[in-house]
């Protein structure tokens, strides 16, 4: 009797449909290229409607509701289209894709786990030079022009003798006083060149000439605050972000040496 139900037809076809479910199902696929059905459900409505109100401000109007609809059918018949035409294989932008989409599904969760402050000064402690805070520079400058360096210095010393900076500073569209710059904050402004030379100026008088791309010029530090040790309220959100990316990294490692442990890899040329 059992060699005879086995023989069955409707059991052959039976045992594989129940094979063709498994495989979706282990996948984990929502699509079957071989089904016909497309419902669009109060879910997929309110996603549609919800996406349309944060673009747009407002919400969608019947018309446009139905558009939208219909451009989600279209999209889902043509997903279909090329998984039935197997367009998903050998595809190195959807590998891509993929790939991206399930390293960020890997490191989803440290996301979502806020640090404490215990753990963020922790970072710190371990990464010490990271989150020093640089020297602060006050200083004044006046723009000579592109002059000799012997021209310039007598101009400097007449500066500091008394004279009027405005008997000399050329027109530049630079700040002529600048509170508090770190040498990259001079830097973005100034040039490299000009901030390399800033931290060997002594303070109090006028110095120079002082190199930029520009040309050249007469500096006075007004003030220097020393480099020093940050804490925690100084950089959190920097520490903040650099733990969560770090932690990030770490999952999608860990989550990738779990997976290669399924896999028999061989690489040509190698043993």
Do not use: C
Not at 44 to 60: M, Q, S, V, Y
Not at 67 to 75: F, N, P, S, V, W
Not at 76 to 92: F, H, Q, S, T
């Amino acid at each position: 009797m059992l060699r005879k139900i086995i023989r069955e037809p409707l059991v052959h076809f039976l045992a594989g449909a129940l094979l063709i479910f498994a495989f979706f199902w282990a996948t984990g696929t929502g699509r079957d290229p071989a089904d016909y059905a497309i419902r669009i459900d109060e879910t997929d409505i309110d996603r549609l409607t919800t996406d349309w109100e944060r673009n747009f401000r407002r919400a969608p109007t019947q018309a446009e509701l139905d558009g939208l609809i219909d451009q989600e059918i279209a999209e889902e018949i043509y997903y279909r289209e090329a998984l039935r035409l197997g367009l998903d294989k050998n595809d190195p932008v959807i590998r891509r894709r993929l790939f991206t989409k399930m390293r960020f599904i890997d490191s989803e969760d440290a996301e979502n786990v806020p640090p404490t402050d215990a753990i963020l000064q922790q970072w710190m402690d371990e990464h010490p030079g990271k989150y020093a805070l640089p020297p602060l520079y006050d200083f004044e400058q006046i723009y000579l022009g592109q002059i000799g360096a012997t021209q310039a210095r007598a101009r400097i010393d007449q500066l500091n003798d008394g004279a009027r900076s405005a008997a000399f500073a050329q027109p530049i569209s630079l700040p002529s006083n600048v509170k508090a710059a770190t040498i990259e904050d001079v830097s973005r402004q100034f040039g490299d060149r000009f901030a390399a030379q800033l931290g060997r100026l002594e303070p109090g008088q006028w110095v120079g000439p002082v190199a930029s791309g520009f040309g050249v010029h007469a500096v006075k530090i007004t003030a220097r605050q020393p480099g020093r040790k940050a804490v925690l309220d100084d950089v959190r959100q920097r520490v903040t972000n650099d733990w969560h990316a770090s932690r990030q990294t770490a999952q999608k490692e860990k989550a990738l040496a779990r997976y290669r442990e399924q896999y028999e890899i061989t690489i040509a040329g190698r043993r």
